[in-house]
């Protein structure tokens, strides 16, 4: 890894949710790995009224309580004497002259040398505001040490809002100074499929239409919309996690090998595959959208959608989704790719599963009556990460009965190698200036470009159905038929769960 220069970090937001939950923990560790510069500070930017003093009180407070290993009194103390906090009506770029003295000042402290990041960890009706308030300021140009802001999901509610956004940092920034977060992208077994298929030699030959039958990628939640109701529900599924986080694994499964492993390169990859998926004119059979419903299990009573704080009684907010998609490119064309997410489902497991054809003549006699096998490679991103390959192996005995079984790797074999949050990883890479594992403007445009003819649909056209499905089942039956072959079902991970005996990768 670079050597960090020396920099100033300023969070807006500082006393928000975000920042108590991801910025702080993950700011922590990689200082407690010894990772920032010796000319550092934090300097938390918040409408709450803190003293310097009572935001490290706070944050120690917090840190002191986290996880299982409780950080030494010295560590957290040494951590929080780099915090540094000022109130200011984030709304009121008047007062954003006193940000800059602020920062004037910590710069000389702390020998930070010019270099600033900024961190938006506000609500995103702030952006444009704070991006403002910097540039009205000269809090934004790249002289005298360099500049750069991180701005946070959501970034637009559709295609128009998010090319308002872009084109308002921009007059503000450089597009180079943008690092725009898709938290998906700084997690470990994300960043591994780039590397599976690229750093292995069997994968990439067999990696197209010729052998790969479909593709599926599953984001399953256990949990519900945890208090977040009232953003929930003017988001949903869509939203929340299609637009960004899922067809992010779909680039990186489909996107061509770049020709280095540079921001730039990947960038424009994954763009290309964004450019390639073909616009879902069909949402009625295409997309299945469902809501979660009162139900019973286990004994478990389980609140449904509707009655969440925060969401409409009549809410037709989708907190599950399905869909199929194309990609029209000379690789992939007529490979269906199924997508799907879920708030409320049995397990939490986000997986991608690579589905390759079967064999082209039968010789042999699957256990369970199966005539034949399709190879599975499955990318588990969480939990239990890790990476599985199934393949059909003789069952001992008279015959040439075959089975399935499991060629795999799990990271939790790595030992003492501890997979680091992906915050963590975010926050080294923009301190360094490294942009890979964020969003350029066009692919978030291009997404959007995606999802907005279905969220148009379900707008206008009020016959499109939304499915109920009780809280705590896989979703809507209806998303099965979206599986063209009739033959296959979607992967169920964990099923074994259900009997409360272990998960199954
Ligand atoms: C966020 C969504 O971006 O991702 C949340 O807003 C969702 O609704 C979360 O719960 C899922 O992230 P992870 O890392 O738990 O898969």
Redesign the pocket.
Known sequence: MKVLENQLLVIFGASGDLTSRKLIPALFEIFSQQLLPDGFAILGVGRKEFSSEEFRTKISTELSKTGDKTPGKNVIEAFVSMLHYISVNTMDTSEYGSIRTKIDELQQAHGTGGNCIFYLATPPSLYEIVASGLSINGLTANDNGWKRIIVE?PFGINLKSAQLLNNHLLQCFDEDQIYRID??LG?ETVQNVMVTRFSNGIFEPLWNRNYIHHVEIT?A?S?G?EG?GGY?DKSGALR??VQ??LLQLVSLIAMEPPTRIHAHDIRNETLKVLHSVRRIENIGSDVIRGQYTESMVRGIKHNGYRSEPGVASDSRTETYVALRLFIDNWRWGGVPFYIRTG?CLPV?V?EIVVHFRPTPHRLFCFDEGRMNSDNQLIIRI?PDEGILFKIGMKIPGTGFHVQDVNLDFHYSDLGSQNLPE?YQRLLVDAMQGDATLFTRGDAIEQSWKIVDPILRAWENDQSIPIFGYPAVTWGPQEADGLIDDSTMTWRYPCKNLAEGIYCEL
């Open positions: 999901k938290h998906y997690k984001a939640e949990i919309v977040r929930y929340d996690m960004n986080h708030k939490r986000t969480q992906a």
